[in-house]
């Protein structure tokens, strides 16, 4: 892999990892639009690029989450019942739209991601939390819900924390721990999209012989090992920074990426 490519991966996993712990958002937002872009530079053809980028996002989003997880269940945030009950739904749900995703051309991925990224981004403007619901829904319903949030979350490479947080919200769960049982979640999201990608992309499309399914490897050890270690930075910052501002700006940023990816796939 020649040097600018390599520079780029670093580049990307410092800026997700960051933002990730500044802000508390996973980093597929911004790493399947950048992603979409380096691939198409490295000649990924168009059809089969944002499918690479959805596997590979996905993928680095295992280590992150692993993180994530750790640090809030260490801290008592993690309400693993809650967990327990949706992570089937979660997995077959993420599992099943990886074969959806498969069979979807660039065009459709990248106009569903773009719609999606909208929607996070006007969430973010207005900052509107759910009202509470007094009554919480039982395992079917938590069943069903992750299987919701698993389908989406495959189709634009999240950990699904902009989906299961305000659901959590509505379910009469404090803020505190809404986040780091939506952090635990993230984790069978990861895993089984990763699966999912790696099956259905095998096979196909290769980028040297570094390839796995719609996985790039080498992009996701370079992004995973930076994140990591950039993310207790971005955390540390958390306190005094103006995170209401920040969160605006950031979701103006993933509207422009999400259509910037839009535009380019459209063209190419």
Same mark, same amino acid.
């Given at each position: &892999?020649?040097?600018?490519?390599?520079?780029? %991966?670093?580049?990307?996993?410092?800026?997700?990892?960051?933002?990730?712990?500044?802000?508390? +958002?996973g980093?597929?937002?911004?790493?399947?639009?950048?992603?979409?872009?380096?691939?198409? @530079?490295?000649?990924?053809?168009?059809?089969?690029? *944002?499918?690479?980028?959805?596997?590979? /996002?996905?993928?680095?989003?295992?280590?992150?989450?692993?993180s994530?997880?750790?640090?809030?269940?260490?801290?008592?945030?993690v309400?693993? !019942?809650?967990?327990?009950?949706? /992570?089937?739904?979660?997995?077959?749900?993420?599992?099943?739209?990886?074969? =959806?995703?498969?069979?979807l !051309?660039?065009?459709?991925l990248?106009?569903f %991601?773009?719609?999606? &990224?909208?929607?996070?981004?006007?969430? &973010?403007?207005?900052n509107?939390?759910?009202?509470?619901?007094?009554?919480?829904?039982? !395992?079917?319903?938590?069943f =069903?819900?992750?299987?919701?949030?698993?389908i989406?979350?495959a189709?634009?490479?999240?950990?699904?924390?902009?989906?299961?947080?305000?659901?959590?919200?509505?379910?009469?769960?404090n803020?505190?721990?809404?986040?780091?049982?939506?952090?635990?979640?993230? &984790?069978?999201?990861?895993?089984?999209?990763?699966?999912?990608?790696?099956? !259905?992309?095998?096979?196909?499309?290769?980028?040297?012989?570094y390839?796995?399914?719609?996985?790039?490897?080498?992009?996701?050890? @370079?992004?995973? +090992? *930076?994140? %990591?270690?950039?993310?207790?930075?971005?955390?540390?910052?958390?306190? /005094?920074?103006?995170?209401?501002?920040?969160?605006?700006? %950031?979701?103006?940023?993933?509207?422009?990426?999400? =259509?910037?990816m839009?535009?380019?796939?459209?063209? /190419?």
């Amino acid at each position: &892999m020649e040097i600018q490519w390599i520079t780029a %991966f670093l580049a990307l996993g410092a800026v997700v990892g960051f933002m990730a712990g500044l802000l508390g +958002i996973g980093g597929g937002g911004i790493m399947v639009p950048v992603l979409t872009s380096i691939f198409l @530079l490295m000649g990924v053809p168009v059809e089969s690029v *944002v499918h690479l980028a959805l596997g590979t /996002s996905m993928t680095s989003i295992v280590i992150t989450s692993f993180s994530s997880l750790r640090a809030h269940h260490k801290n008592g945030g993690v309400l693993w !019942n809650i967990v327990k009950r949706m /992570s089937l739904g979660i997995v077959i749900g993420t599992f099943l739209a990886t074969f =959806l995703a498969a069979h979807l !051309n660039s065009s459709h991925l990248a106009l569903f %991601f773009a719609l999606y &990224m909208a929607f996070v981004a006007i969430q &973010m403007l207005l900052n509107k939390k759910p009202k509470p619901s007094r009554k919480q829904v039982g !395992n079917v319903g938590l069943f =069903l819900v992750g299987t919701g949030i698993g389908i989406i979350s495959a189709l634009v490479s999240i950990g699904g924390g902009t989906l299961t947080v305000p659901f959590l919200l509505w379910q009469n769960i404090n803020m505190r721990k809404a986040i780091g049982t939506s952090a635990a979640i993230g &984790m069978p999201i990861a895993l089984a999209g990763t699966l999912g990608y790696l099956i !259905n992309g095998w096979g196909g499309y290769t980028l040297g012989n570094y390839t796995a399914g719609f996985i790039y490897l080498p992009a996701v050890f @370079l992004i995973s +090992i *930076v994140s %990591f270690f950039t993310a207790p930075y971005g955390a540390r910052l958390a306190h /005094s920074l103006p995170i209401p501002l920040l969160k605006k700006l %950031f979701s103006l940023l993933l509207v422009i990426l999400s =259509l910037k990816m839009l535009f380019t796939v459209l063209q /190419s």
